[in-house]
């Protein structure tokens, strides 16, 4: 039978239609921090995991739960005592931290709140779907859905029916339903999220139907998932990223520019493309080695994970020559073994592969050849795989790229140690780099390793997993949607995710969207062109007009390093990603909810990537709240207003918010070139009649040893702003870890946008002399400190500009 229910909830009327064999409540008890809900099909356990984050978990009648199955996204497990049960006849009421559920008995329904604010309803479904249970929830009609992993569907993905099913989209362009992250998990402009947490192949449906319906499908008996709710964006990021886990921070010269290509094939190609950028003075970091490292064909040799030794006859002399020129060495793996291979034999002895339901090593024919697949979740196949990484390491590689992880192709009726081919494929990926982050903390505890991957799961971002965007088209469609996967998957933990700058499929050769795609990536993740050979990548082998823009944008990238790298610690901390969206500011509208094509690049910086060809002006809005400075030309615009802009081939349109504070490196060719005790700081003053005051902060540490923070070796400078009735006064201070080693400061300290000067520069009361650029509008002085010290400096008089 089936019975209308009309809920009026904050004056919102929400119609829902309940669904077959409706279940009732039979039983409760809330016991051991946990509530269990019983009905005629099982019961319902909730827990509360912080008190901003609840746990539903389903388990069917005959079903032994003791001992739950262990999360591969959740760290989170402990259920808090605080929660607090009431009820009447029709209703239980449950209040958990800032959490509650209201429990209507008969039919059964599930509403969450937090804070009191309305959420969802889960309808307690018995419905299934292709053999899979489902998870039914309402929502509110007008609410902006975001998540599902990568896709490329418009930042607002409600009414799309997304696989669960990484796989990779060859060659996509601005649409693409299913690609190499599909992530059970979706947010709300309610500033909420839900998270399923079971990482089996199924569907996720935001509403596809058009009825306020969320519906969840995966195959397992066990159903559970996590509400996660908070008042602001930021605090959204920080209690996900607490359920699922923190992003450690990555090595200083991650954030450097890589040079890649589909492929060196090589060691005197590659030394010889090196040797160009150092001539070019072109600032380099790492050099990535796609597929010809092993083997001189792209098809029938991979699976050897050893250099070629024709074309490398000495690996580790290579490496050692580029490590000379401060240049790093990233290696592609796969997890396929092909039976042309050298190491097919080895594999089928150790037993390192997935297997058929007869035992046997499952064989089968993809793009590369003939091929088995390691069984990554099996122990003796893990120590195998690491074996490999470890005798690359001993000969100087300093960072691994996984590729293919989907799996690419991966049979449905393969077997794992750890399951089925349904239960493992999403977090194939998830667990290759869990196995490299865990072995490369057994094996070099100091080092933060770097992966690089194309596929992962919910909380892969916790064992440092860099993912990039997949095998996109290198064309202006292709470009358009980078902002939108690399906002969507950082509001998703995942916060390094880049694109191939240039794109990657194709030979277009078009030397305005290499130069664009290059300037939007400045204000990306990971500096990392990448493309097919046949058109390259590397700035050094292009003409010379795109190779100087190209060289600028790099240039600028390094330059913006100390500021990048405190983006990445505060990731780190906190959760919240690099690319931020447009709504995560206070007061936006409801149109930056769909919004991809501008973003913040961390707190301070407003982008506006130039995604069409041929661009000759672009229409900007400026967030409200506070003014912003033209990056490079110094004009002021109002928050609120909207300007047209004439666009250059030089730069995309960037801009400052007012009272930002931006330490800067200069004449760095490498990320080991840089030098805390030598910055400029760029600080743009407080608006009049907007915040009068404003903060910042810069991190450093040494750039490479693991847990730096953790172990106290580090250092964080505040730096305060205040517009007062005299001018402008700033605060600067440090705090160091014990393990750190300090040095002592001499920072060049520039204003911008001053109209007027001040009658004068006191850093703790004594006079300091300035110089004023009055063309430029800019202050310059020297302020010099010894670790751990701190200091006043007055700016009596000084006057900015108006918007």
Not at 777 to 796: D, E, M, N, V, Y
Request: charged share 20%; proline share 5%; with cysteine.
């Amino acid at each position: 039978m089936k019975a209308f229910v009309l809920l009026s909830i904050a004056g919102l009327a929400i119609c829902t239609t309940a669904v077959a064999d409706d279940q009732v409540l039979q039983d409760f008890a809330l016991k051991n921090n946990v509530l269990t809900l019983q009905t005629q099909k099982g019961s319902i356990e909730i827990r509360m995991l912080r008190q901003d984050i609840l746990e539903n978990r389903f388990v069917p009648k005959g079903k032994f739960t003791s001992v739950a199955q262990p999360s591969h996204a959740v760290q989170l497990s402990t259920a808090l005592s605080g929660m607090q049960l009431r009820q009447d006849a029709a209703v239980l009421r449950l209040s958990a931290g800032q959490m509650a559920v209201e429990v209507q008995k008969a039919p059964l329904r599930l509403r969450y709140y937090a804070q009191g604010r309305f959420l969802f309803e889960d309808m307690v479904s018995d419905l299934s779907e292709e053999g899979m249970p489902v998870t039914e929830l309402t929502i509110r009609p007008d609410e902006v859905l975001y998540g599902g992993g990568a896709r490329a569907l418009g930042m607002n993905r409600r009414g799309h029916r997304l696989p669960l099913y990484n796989k990779a989209h060859y060659g996509y362009e601005e649409h693409s339903l299913q690609m190499n992250f599909a992530m059970p998990l979706f947010l709300s402009s309610q500033k909420y999220a839900v998270h399923f947490d079971n990482p089996a192949t199924g569907f996720l449906d935001l509403d596809s139907k058009k009825d306020n319906r969320v519906s969840y499908a995966a195959s397992g008996d066990v159903r559970t998932y996590q509400v996660v709710a908070a008042e602001q964006w930021p605090q959204l990021m920080e209690a996900y990223t607490a359920l699922t886990g923190r992003q450690p921070l990555p090595a200083r010269w991650t954030l450097g520019n890589f040079a890649s290509r589909f492929g060196y094939h090589s060691a005197e190609e590659a030394l010889r493309t090196v040797a160009l950028f150092r001539a070019e003075k072109i600032p380099l970091d790492a050099i990535v080695f796609d597929l010809f490292w092993f083997g001189k064909e792209v098809k029938g040799t991979m699976g050897n994970l050893a250099f070629d030794p024709d074309n490398f006859p000495d690996p580790a002399g290579m490496m050692a020559k580029l490590k000379k020129q401060q240049v790093r060495t990233v290696l592609i793996t796969e997890p396929f073994i092909l039976t042309s291979s050298k190491r097919w034999e080895e594999a089928k002895q150790n037993a390192i592969l997935a297997t058929g339901k007869d035992g046997k090593p499952y064989e089968y024919d993809f793009y590369f050849g003939h091929t088995g697949l390691i069984d990554i979740t099996k122990p003796a196949a893990r120590d195998w795989f690491w074996q490999r990484y470890a005798e690359l390491k001993k000969l100087g590689a300093d960072g691994w790229w996984g590729d293919l992880g989907e799996p690419e192709v991966h049979p449905d009726d393969i077997q794992h140690a750890g399951g089925s081919a349904a239960q493992i494929h999403n977090i194939y990926g998830h667990e290759w780099a869990k196995l490299i982050a865990e072995k490369t903390a057994q094996s070099e505890p100091k080092e933060r390793p770097f992966i690089l991957m194309r596929a992962g799961y919910s909380g892969s971002q916790r064992f440092g997993m860099i993912p990039w965007s997949g095998d996109v088209n290198r064309s202006w469609g292709g470009l358009r949607s980078q902002p939108e996967i690399a906002l969507q998957m950082g509001m998703q933990g995942m916060a390094y995710m880049h694109s191939d700058l240039g794109g990657f499929a194709g030979a277009t050769d078009d030397d305005e969207l290499y130069t664009r795609w290059l300037q939007y990536g400045v204000f990306q993740p990971v500096f990392r062109p990448h493309a097919q050979e046949e058109v390259p990548a590397e700035p050094v082998y292009r003409r010379d007009a795109a190779k100087a823009l190209a060289k600028a944008a790099i240039e600028l990238r390094y330059r913006l390093l100390p500021y990048n790298y405190t983006l990445a610690f505060e990731n780190h901390r906190s959760g919240m990603p690099l690319m931020r969206p447009l709504f995560f500011t206070e007061g936006s509208s409801a149109t930056t909810q769909l919004t991809a094509s501008a973003y913040f690049w961390g707190n301070d910086f407003l982008v506006f990537p130039v995604l069409n060809a041929g661009q000759k002006t672009m229409q900007v809005s400026f967030p409200q709240g506070h003014d912003w400075i033209d990056f490079y030309s110094g004009v002021r615009y109002k928050g609120g207003s909207q300007q047209e802009l004439t666009l250059n081939t030089d730069t995309i349109p960037v801009f400052v918010k007012s009272g930002a504070m931006i330490p800067m490196a200069e004449g760095l060719q490498s990320t080991e070139d840089f030098r805390v005790a030598d910055l400029n700081w760029h600080i743009y003053p407080v608006a009049a009649g907007q915040v009068q005051t404003s903060s910042s902060q810069f991190y450093d540490d040494d750039g490479k040893t693991r847990m730096a923070w953790e172990q106290q070796a580090y250092a964080l400078t505040h730096v305060t702003q205040q517009l007062t009735a005299e001018g402008v006064v700033l605060s600067v201070s440090e705090k160091a870890g014990k393990r750190y080693r300090s040095v002592s400061r001499k920072w060049t300290m520039y204003l911008h946008d001053v109209t007027q000067p001040p009658r004068a520069v006191y850093v703790d009361q004594k006079s300091q002399p300035f110089t004023y650029d009055k063309e430029k509008k800019t202050l310059r002085f020297t302020l010099t400190f010894a670790p751990g010290s701190q200091h006043q400096i007055r700016l009596p008089g000084l006057q900015q500009a108006r918007g």
